[in-house]
């Protein structure tokens, strides 16, 4: 295994070019449009069998992290690593002693616990299988996200959040230098998982947008230079919002509705901005086709094309995902779902202009 950290990594010990040379310039410049990839979570048991399923089934390897085979890989739980007077229980549940919560202690994360099994093992796959310099792709939760779940387990809103906004900065920071520690030429592509989003309008929300806003930028901003930063909701949300806080990339579900952010879309794509476009949907029984999932994304395109969006842009700034992660499914579904993301990559590749892809041709 590459350098030894003793797994213990601090949010002020990742160097300013942790990335390696490779990333230097923009990490979107590696990637190739119409990809296939992942999106957080998968379904398997086995740390290996996960990480042989995103080196075989993804263009753009994403580092998967398995909630099935432990509820230390769940989502939430990841985060909660290092956060004084806060602990997990046995079922993900989460356990507070007020008295004991301290916003500005420093938080820790242990890349040895069991919390990050997955991740590990899948990189260590990685390097064994020669990845080299291509990039990677992960995921780990938003402090918005992170603050409501804190703010559920009874912490006081105020206190919840700036415990999320420096739980997030110090995991990112510290997972980023392990994952360049172990593949120190392969850019990296971040993208913070912000499920909660889809309740930002309301008016029991417990932050206001703006807030909200300055939450993800935080986050994305401590990440190193030449690390591309990503937001995924899997699910309707203020757009306009979600592009104010500076994303690189928005990963987010191929759905109609995206008609209304056709302007935020597509000054998001002019200023160099990529989109993971959802392509099958994973929020219940998977029954989707290929062909299906085609004409849904194409009746996407099409329908922002009219509404002002470059179809070139849309084309080339463009990888291709499910919804969400599969962890709630089984290795043979989660497989499935991967072969229908990779029959539509093709049909993108195949078209020989944006134009006629748009229109369906």
């Known amino acids: 295994m590459a ?61 998967p992290s398995l909630p099935r085979r432990s509820p230390a890989e769940a989502m939430v739980a990841q985060a909660l690593i290092g956060i004084p007077g806060v602990t997990l229980g046995q079922y993900g549940s989460i356990a507070v002693d007020i008295d004991a919560v301290d916003p500005r202690a420093e938080v820790f994360t242990d890349i040895n616990s069991d919390s990050f099994l997955g991740l590990r093992v899948c990189l260590e796959r990685a390097v064994a299988a020669g990845v080299g310099t291509d990039p990677v792709k992960w995921q780990f939760v938003g402090p918005v996200t992170l603050g409501v779940a804190l703010v559920r387990a009874g912490v006081p809103t105020e206190i919840a959040f700036e415990m999320a906004a420096a739980s997030v900065r110090a995991h990112l920071r510290a997972i980023s230098a392990y994952v360049a520690d172990m593949l120190p030429g392969a850019p990296q592509l971040v993208i913070i998982d912000e499920p909660w989003l889809v309740e930002l309008m309301s008016e029991e929300f417990p932050i206001a947008p703006d807030q909200a806003v300055d939450l993800m930028s935080g986050a994305m901003a401590g990440l190193s230079p030449g690390t591309a930063a990503g937001i995924h909701c899997c699910g309707p949300t203020d757009w306009a919002s979600v592009i104010a806080a500076g994303p690189q990339v928005l990963s987010i579900p191929a759905v109609v509705s995206l008609e209304a952010a056709s302007g935020y879309l597509q000054r998001f794509l002019e200023d160099g901005g990529w989109v993971a476009w959802g392509v099958v949907a994973t929020d219940g029984p998977i029954g989707v086709t290929a062909g299906r999932a085609w004409h849904q994304l194409s009746g996407v395109w099409c329908s922002l094309v009219q509404q002002g969006v470059d179809p070139g842009l849309l084309r080339r700034q463009a990888l291709l995902t499910p919804h969400c992660g599969l962890g709630t499914h089984t290795p043979v579904v989660a497989e499935r779902v991967c072969q229908t993301v990779r029959e539509i990559t093709h049909r993108v590749r195949d078209q020989a202009a944006a134009t006629r892809f748009v229109l369906g041709a």
Do not use: I, N, W
């Open 3 to 63: 350098g030894d950290h003793g797994g213990q990594f601090s949010s002020d010990a990742v160097p300013s070019d942790a990335t390696g040379d490779a990333a230097s310039g923009s990490v979107l410049d590696a990637l190739r449009p119409g990809a296939a990839t992942g999106v957080g979570s998968l379904p398997h048991r086995d740390a290996k069998a996960a990480a042989d399923f995103a080196l075989r089934e993804y263009d753009l390897l994403a580092l």
